[in-house]
């Protein structure tokens, strides 16, 4: 999952803890640079940092391909996170790639969170599974009956709890193989 130098290998988190969905792939693992970029995405709403992704499609070989020809699903804010922040970005990530991808790759905002949940940033993997438990649904008279491939859309993978929980969703909803890609990983 971990980008160019990894292509191909599984990471130690799903080999170590079989995750729901069925592959993965992400732009580049976490350090103090990349995490910066997120931050500037998920928490100042900095948009603009989206602009710069043909450079990491080109330096990630095989990711382009990865979300192509696919349904690009973000995982959903609970509205009172939406409220505090004014934007989801996750969809603002996934627009940004079908943008890249091309026609054939779409975005489908069709989960909710249906519960408030604490933020995953201070909790272990067992509280994080426990945390965002039946927390998702899908949206009321969501369609997506022809689609062949669900790509669910985060900004940080780091244990898989939320990917699951949301991945959860949709393979209970008939549709047996999920994927996920995020920004970062770590």
Known sequence: MEGMEYEGLTCR???????????????????AKSRELIHEIKYNGVKQVLDDMPLFFDRTPGFQDFVTDAVLIPVPLHRKKY???G?????????????IAGETTVVCDCLKRVRHT????????????????????????????GFERLV?????????ATLDAC???????GFPKVEVATLGHG
């Open 13 to 31: 988190n799903c080999r170590e803890h079989s995750p729901i969905f069925f592959a993965g792939r992400t732009l580049f693992h976490l350090d």
């Open 83 to 85: 409220q505090q922040r």
């Open 87 to 99: 934007f989801n970005q996750s969809l603002w990530i996934a627009q940004a790639w079908a943008k």
């Open 118 to 145: 604490a933020t995953q940033t201070t909790l272990d993997r067992a509280h994080r599974q426990k945390n965002v438990k039946n927390a998702f649904a899908l949206n009321d008279r969501t369609c997506l009956d």
């Open 152 to 160: 669910l859309v985060d900004d940080v993978y780091t244990t898989g």
């Open 167 to 173: 991945a959860q969703v949709l393979i209970e909803s």
